[in-house]
C-alpha cells in the first residue's frame, strides 16, 4: 500500500510495510526463459531526499509514483522506463533499485534484475526484502555455486564496512562532529573540575567519531573492496587466458552469476567465483555493481 507524505515542500511516496509473497514453483524453468513468478512485495520507502532534486531536473517523486501505479497494473516495461528516468535525473537511492530489481524480474530478465538486487544491497546491506529477492533471482540462476568457507578478519571486516545503513552512518557522522567541538568548546571555556571532566568525552567521542567516518570514507569511495559484477549474458565462456581461442576455455558461467574482478587486461577481465574457479571473460559479458 502507498501513500503519499509532504517532506519540505515535496511529495514523496513511501509505502507500509508488507511481507514477500513467493508463488511455489514445481519446476525450474526453460534454459532461455524466466516466468514472472516469485515476486509480490510491497515496495518499499523509496528514500529519495528533497535534498539530492535537481531543480532544473524531472520531478523524481512524481515519476516514482508513474512507476508504482504501472507495476501494480502489470504495465513492468512502464515502470521500469519511470525509474530509470529517475536514475537519469541522477537520484538515486537503495528502494529504487530494488523497485528496478522487481521489474525486470518480472519481465524475466533474471541478468538485470540481480543486478540492481546487488545496487540495493550496497545502498541497504540489512534491508529483508532485498536480500530475500535478491536470494530467490540467485536461486533461479544456472549456476548453483557453493561458496568457499570463508576466513573470519574479511566476515568481520565486511560486518563492520556495513554495520549502519548509509544514511544513519552519515547522521553518526554530523552528530559525532557536531557533538566533538561542542566538547572542545566546553573545555576551553570552561574551568577547575569542569574542564577536567570534559577532556575524557572529548577524546572518547572524538575517537568515535574518526572510526565511523573512516566507515564512511571506505563505504563511499570502495577503500579495500574488492570489485564486483553480474554476468548479463545468457552464457559466456571462461578462458584460462585473455584470448578467444577455444582451447583455452576452462568453464562456462550463465547470466546472473556474481563474479569478483581481479584484473583488467584490454577488453578482458580477470574473474573469481565465490567457489574460487579463476578465469578470463570478455568485459562485454557482465555489468559493475
Known amino acids: 500500500m502507498i501513500r503519499a507524505l509532504r517532506v519540505g515542500g515535496l511529495t514523496l511516496?513511501?509505502?507500509?510495510?508488507?511481507?514477500?509473497?513467493?508463488?511455489?514453483?514445481?519446476?525450474?524453468?526453460?534454459?532461455?526463459?524466466?516466468?514472472?513468478?516469485?515476486?509480490?512485495?510491497?515496495?518499499?520507502?523509496?528514500?529519495?531526499?528533497?535534498?539530492?532534486?535537481?531543480?532544473?531536473?524531472?520531478?523524481?517523486?512524481?515519476?516514482?509514483q508513474s512507476g508504482n501505479?504501472?507495476?501494480?497494473?502489470?504495465?513492468?516495461?512502464?515502470?521500469?522506463?519511470?525509474?530509470?528516468q529517475i536514475l537519469d535525473a541522477g537520484v538515486e537511492s537503495g528502494d529504487l533499485h530494488y523497485n528496478i530489481?522487481?521489474?525486470?524480474?518480472?519481465?524475466?530478465?533474471?541478468?538485470?534484475?540481480?543486478?540492481?538486487?546487488?545496487?540495493?544491497?550496497?545502498?541497504?546491506?540489512?534491508?529483508?526484502?532485498?536480500?530475500?529477492?535478491?536470494?530467490?533471482?540467485?536461486?533461479?540462476?544456472?549456476?548453483?555455486?557453493?561458496?568457499?568457507?570463508?576466513?573470519?578478519?574479511?566476515r568481520a571486516w565486511s560486518w563492520w564496512v556495513d554495520l549502519l545503513p548509509r544514511g544513519l552512518l552519515l547522521g553518526v557522522v554530523a552528530l559525532g562532529y557536531l557533538l566533538t567541538m561542542s566538547l572542545i568548546i566546553v573545555r576551553i571555556t570552561s574551568r577547575g573540575g569542569i574542564r577536567r571532566a570534559v577532556g575524557p568525552a572529548v577524546a572518547v567521542v572524538a575517537a568515535l567519531t574518526l572510526i565511523f567516518t573512516l566507515?564512511?570514507?571506505?563505504?563511499?569511495?570502495?577503500?579495500?573492496?574488492?570489485?564486483?559484477?553480474?554476468?548479463?549474458?545468457?552464457e559466456t565462456p571462461v578462458q584460462s587466458a585473455p584470448a578467444d581461442d577455444p582451447g583455452l576455455q576452462?568453464?562456462?558461467?550463465?547470466?546472473?552469476?556474481?563474479?569478483r574482478i581481479d584484473r583488467v587486461s584490454d577488453g578482458w577481465l580477470e574473474i573469481v567465483l565465490d567457489d574460487g574457479q579463476v578465469g578470463w571473460l570478455r568485459a562485454t559479458a557482465i555489468e559493475r555493481i
Open 13 to 64: 511516496l513511501v509505502s507500509l510495510p508488507g511481507p514477500l509473497l513467493v508463488q511455489a514453483q514445481e519446476e525450474g524453468p526453460p534454459a532461455d526463459t524466466l516466468p514472472a513468478i516469485g515476486i509480490e512485495a510491497t515496495l518499499p520507502d523509496p528514500g529519495l531526499s528533497a535534498t539530492l532534486v535537481d531543480p532544473g531536473s524531472i520531478d523524481p517523486a512524481e515519476r516514482f
Open 69 to 84: 501505479s504501472l507495476y501494480q497494473v502489470g504495465d513492468f516495461e512502464g515502470a521500469l522506463a519511470a525509474y530509470q
Open 101 to 154: 530489481g522487481n521489474a525486470q524480474f518480472k519481465l524475466g530478465r533474471l541478468g538485470p534484475a540481480i543486478l540492481s538486487y546487488e545496487r540495493a544491497r550496497e545502498v541497504s546491506p540489512s534491508d529483508e526484502n532485498v536480500l530475500a529477492n535478491l536470494g530467490l533471482a540467485r536461486s533461479l540462476t544456472s549456476d548453483q555455486i557453493t561458496p568457499l568457507p570463508g576466513f573470519w578478519v574479511p
Open 215 to 234: 566507515n564512511l570514507a571506505i563505504r563511499q569511495f570502495g577503500l579495500g573492496r574488492s570489485d564486483f559484477g553480474v554476468v548479463m549474458v545468457v
Open 250 to 259: 576452462l568453464f562456462s558461467i550463465h547470466e546472473g552469476t556474481r563474479v
